[in-house]
């Protein structure tokens, strides 16, 4: 049963940089079929793609947050992270660590972690 | 970003009902189509792919179609732990968009 558990500070101050970590168990991050993302949802509203990681190194991420994005995986740790820099209110949000998995040429987003809140403030 | 157009924003229904969500895609994007369900306080849920192949384990009360541009999500015998808020993502273009959501309520 594989498992994704994000972790990382729950507040973090305007202009400063949030980091979360999302640790992969009952699983190997090392797995060419598997695309390694975040999702993001600001209180009360809707979902929001950020972008994804294979262990590859191939990265996508979402244009809107592009200049202030990174997204990595550490095969070794069988972990996967994303930094947000310059942070505003605006991005206070759950943040979702979620597994895709290539089907065909679908990617399915079919294992989501519990979820983790951040705060700007 | 491709706009998804989701309908109804909510709905109400009673038990056993047959309900549908419909998702409107801004250009065609064949079947890359998924829906999901999330309650409140918790992750979604993968329910559907491919706009049509039922995720394993979901109940086959669920159902997907359409593909292009129009997409249909439908509940048929309601229960009351279908209450929840109902997403549909596109994959074909990156960025990957949600469409804005469907609240369900139970009566």
């Known amino acids: 049963q594989v498992h994704l558990q994000e972790s990382g500070p729950g507040l973090v101050k305007p202009s400063e940089t949030l980091s979360l970590t999302c640790t992969v168990s009952?699983?190997?991050?090392?797995?060419?079929?598997?695309?390694w993302s975040w999702i993001r949802q600001p209180p009360g509203k809707g979902l929001e793609w950020i972008g994804y990681v294979h262990y590859s190194g191939n990265i996508n991420y979402n244009p809107s947050l592009k200049s202030r994005l990174a997204i990595s995986v550490d095969t070794s740790k069988n972990q996967f992270f994303l930094k947000l820099n310059s942070v505003t209110a605006a991005d206070t949000a759950v943040y979702y660590c979620?597994?895709?998995?290539?089907?065909?040429?679908?990617?399915?987003?079919?294992?989501w972690g519990q979820g983790t809140l951040v705060t700007v403030s | 970003a491709m706009q998804m157009t989701q309908s109804p924003s909510s709905l109400s229904a009673f038990v056993g009902d047959r309900v549908t969500i419909t998702c409107r895609a801004g250009q065609d994007i064949g079947k890359d189509l998924s829906w999901y369900q999330q309650k409140p306080g918790k992750a979604p849920k993968l329910l559907i792919y491919a706009a049509s192949t039922l995720q394993s384990g979901v109940p086959s009360r669920f159902s997907g179609s359409g593909s292009g541009t129009d997409f249909t999500l439908t509940i048929r015998s309601l229960q009351p732990e279908d209450s929840a808020t109902y997403y549909c993502?596109?994959?074909?273009?990156?960025?990957?968009?949600f469409g804005q959501g469907t609240r369900l309520e139970i009566k």
């Open positions: 979620v597994r895709a998995y290539r089907t065909g040429t679908f990617r399915p987003l079919d294992i």
């Open positions: 009952g699983g190997s991050v090392n797995n060419n079929i598997f695309y």
């Open positions: 993502l596109q994959e074909f273009n990156y960025p990957c968009t």
